[in-house]
């Protein structure tokens, strides 16, 4: 088999030039990123991942040396980058790097499922209506990515949630019928047990995280959450929810599910760790909020408003108060990350803050 | 299911297309490109095996293959008489079953080699750059096997007249170094001009051996811009057109340029370099060395699902209009004489075939095997 060259990917300049503009260097307590774009955002070790989300206008009349008569067009990116943080991930610790880039004409994706496998490194699955995107992780000692499944296949199964094991990636994909398959990835290509079918699902309402967790809405039933430990022989256990669910969210230990509550919207905290499962809302508003759950965190974005729920704490207590509208929050234990809005000689840009809890 | 206007629609868009391509091709027999088609695991696969993948890639129509010769493979061992395609060190086997099998099916053949053997290479990887002389005595022998006037176990061999030197000599993963540091890390393009120097002993070397045989110099791979600053490894890509004007600023000889085209976007959208809108800046390159020399654009293609080698991707429908698309934005650049499909069939590094890696056909199969009946091979190109 031919071996190919890895810059191939990257190697057409003015597409890089046209992707998301790197990152600052240096200790810094920001980032700015281009753009207000969709993005989702998790602590890996003493790194800061994100994954960002965006149609490329590929306009010539912006770009120098473009041919007479070129004509504009769109394509399609997901780019997953990094920041080392200090020890107290206070600040950034160095430059930006983006060690995967997705780029399509088939459609529009959303940043999906980011999941960390600690050390920098993550599971990442872009999400899209209308392509069934990769399942990636990343990265190996030299930096390389795994692609864990990737099918361009009409009809192909959609990865909609991934975690990582510590030796594999798993992850859950929906068949043509919608049902759900559980399967297990190795980076390295190692033999990998069958898929196994599983429960009714839909792109969003679907989540797992390691220790086998998997939280899942039927779309039959959305207002009912279940909460699995697959391997465990026991039934998943069931939780009402005030409305249909919109999305899930997993971490080790936890789940947060975005639902209706009649004409609201709420956030509810599922702690699902030996134990019973154990719901209470922490959130209620009019707004889609920005959340995320890691080291038993689930972190919320209200407009400008940072709030936070931990572990064994009541609801969700504010954190602070962003200087703009919050676009994409992350969290692990005390650790939070966001994205708020902001503006640049004019032009739009996203703003990456850190925090710790007290 | 379809609709009757649905189908009506398809059957019209066909129409429209087939009528597009017929257009492109009547625009002049100078201007119709050779359809051209890949298949990497050709090397990688002998006997009956072999025999069955050529009689699948004779079946899409395509009326010329191009064969990776790898010289890593052929030439384990450092030969003692290296312009000798009989010396012992050499094993042409798989490639002489190749060249017969391909020539018996009518197809026309361009070869090109590279990965560096161990006693060749520097630092003992493939990706090496080999000392000019070394690469030309191979080159030659390789001319010579190839030229109709050698025979193997008793019977000749067919004639190959065309030679690519060398494979994406522009990018780290085929030549390394790439660059060099200067003062202040800032990068000395390296690979140019020593693959120029590759060039022009190659040339000489093939002529020796078949003065008939077209030489095709270049074969950059789809680079965009070239480094500002060169990392200590020198891995670094050199942007293609970059690495044209290097090139031709060194004045090794050619008969054709060769070049590789992954576009991001349509092929009749795209300008990104190298694109097929940009092509004109390379052949203004080009001339220099070789006014009106040919192009072939030896590798071409669209992937239709990710890969960390290939990041960008289309759908399996896109992939089949875009065939049309490349082979219409080809026949629109007369200077353009051939243009190679990369590659036939998918493999986990690389999802650009007309097959699936199951063997399935994708759209994109019969829309290229539409393309290759509607472009008539120009005389001199039919084996």
């Given at each position: 088999m031919r071996r190919r060259a890895l810059p191939v990917a990257l190697a057409v300049a003015a597409g890089a030039a046209l992707a998301a503009a790197p990152a600052g260097s240096g200790a810094t307590r920001t980032l700015t990123l281009e753009g207000w774009h969709d993005r989702a955002l998790a602590f890996s070790g003493r790194t800061l991942v994100w994954t960002e989300a965006a149609t490329v206008r590929v306009d010539p009349r912006r770009i120098?040396?473009?041919?007479?008569g070129a004509q504009r067009f769109d394509y399609y990116r997901a780019d997953v980058s990094r920041a080392r943080l200090d020890r107290a991930s206070r600040r950034f610790a160095g430059p930006a790097e983006t060690p995967v880039s997705v780029r399509t004409s088939i459609a529009r994706m959303g940043s999906g499922t980011l999941a960390p496998t600690g050390d920098g490194g993550f599971v990442a699955v872009p999400s899209s209506s209308r392509l069934p995107p990769p399942t990636i992780w990343c990265c190996d000692d030299e930096g390389i990515e795994a692609v864990i499944d990737s099918d361009g296949r009409p009809g192909a199964p959609r990865t909609v949630a991934a975690t990582w094991t510590g030796s594999a990636v798993r992850f859950v994909q929906l068949d043509a019928a919608g049902g759900q398959v559980v399967r297990l990835g190795d980076p390295g290509g190692g033999a990998v047990p069958p898929p196994a079918a599983a429960e009714p699902g839909a792109p969003d309402l679907v989540a797992v995280a390691g220790g086998g967790l998997r939280a899942w809405a039927d779309p039959a039933q959305p207002a009912r959450l279940l909460v699995a430990r697959d391997g465990s022989g026991s039934p998943p256990a069931a939780i009402a929810l005030p409305g249909p669910a919109l999305r899930v969210w997993a971490a080790p230990g936890l789940v947060a599910v975005l639902s209706r509550a009649g004409a609201r919207l709420a956030v509810t905290r599922i702690d699902?760790?030996?134990?019973p499962p154990s719901a209470r809302r922490v959130w209620s508003g009019a707004a889609l909020p920005a959340v995320a759950v890691g080291g038993g965190t689930l972190a919320i974005a209200d407009g400008r408003r940072v709030l936070a729920s931990r572990l064994g704490r009541a609801g969700a207590r504010r954190v602070t108060t962003a200087r703009r509208r919050v676009d994409a929050i992350g969290a692990d234990g005390a650790r939070l990350a966001w994205v708020e809005r902001g503006r640049r000689k004019g032009l739009r840009v996203g703003v990456l803050r850190l925090a710790r809890l007290g | 299911m379809r609709t009757p206007f649905k189908m009506r629609a398809t059957v019209l868009r066909r129409t429209l297309l087939a009528l597009a391509l017929l257009l492109a091709a009547a625009g002049g027999a100078s201007a119709a490109p050779i359809v051209s088609l890949q298949d990497d695991n050709l090397v990688n696969v002998s006997g009956p095996a072999l025999e069955a993948r050529m009689d699948a890639l004779a079946a899409t129509g395509a009326r010329a293959a191009r064969v990776d010769v790898l010289w890593r493979e052929v030439a384990r061992t450092r030969p003692a008489d290296a312009r000798n395609p009989a010396d012992p060190a050499y094993d042409w086997s798989r490639y002489d079953q190749i060249v017969r099998g391909l020539t018996a099916r009518g197809l026309a053949i361009l070869l090109d080699f590279y990965l560096t053997p161990e006693w060749a290479s520097r630092s003992g990887a493939a990706a090496a750059a080999p000392r000019a002389a070394d690469g030309a005595r191979f080159a030659g022998a390789l001319a010579r096997r190839y030229s109709g006037a050698f025979a193997a176990g008793g019977a000749p061999l067919p004639e190959v007249r065309r030679i690519e030197v060398?494979?994406?000599?522009?990018?780290p993963g085929f030549w390394m170094p790439q660059c060099r540091r200067g003062r202040g890390g800032k990068a000395l393009l390296a690979s140019p001009r020593a693959y120029a120097a590759l060039l022009a002993a190659s040339y000489r070397e093939i002529k020796a051996a078949n003065p008939r045989a077209t030489v095709v110099g270049g074969v950059a791979g789809p680079a965009g811009s070239s480094p500002t600053s060169c990392p200590k490894d020198g891995r670094a890509a050199v942007g293609s057109l970059d690495f044209a004007r290097l090139v031709a600023d060194e004045g090794p000889p050619i008969d054709a340029w060769s070049m590789h085209i992954y576009p991001i976007g349509s092929p009749l959208q795209a300008f990104f370099v190298p694109s097929w809108s940009t092509l004109p800046q390379v052949i203004r390159q080009v001339d220099r060395l070789a006014p009106g020399a040919p192009i072939h654009v030896t590798e071409t293609g669209y992937h239709t699902s990710y890969n960390r080698f290939h990041r960008y991707f289309v759908s399996e429908d896109q992939q089949a209009a875009w065939v049309d698309e490349t082979l219409v934005a080809a026949a629109r650049?007369?200077?353009?004489q051939l243009v190679t499909w990369f590659n036939f069939q998918d493999n986990p590094r690389w999802t650009g075939g007309l097959l699936r890696a199951d063997g399935t056909r994708k759209p994109a199969y019969a829309r290229f095997a539409a393309a290759a009946a509607a472009y008539p091979p120009p005389p001199g190109w039919a084996p």
């Open positions: 120098r040396g473009a041919p007479p699902a760790g030996a134990g | 060398w494979n994406e000599p522009n990018l650049n007369p200077r353009v």
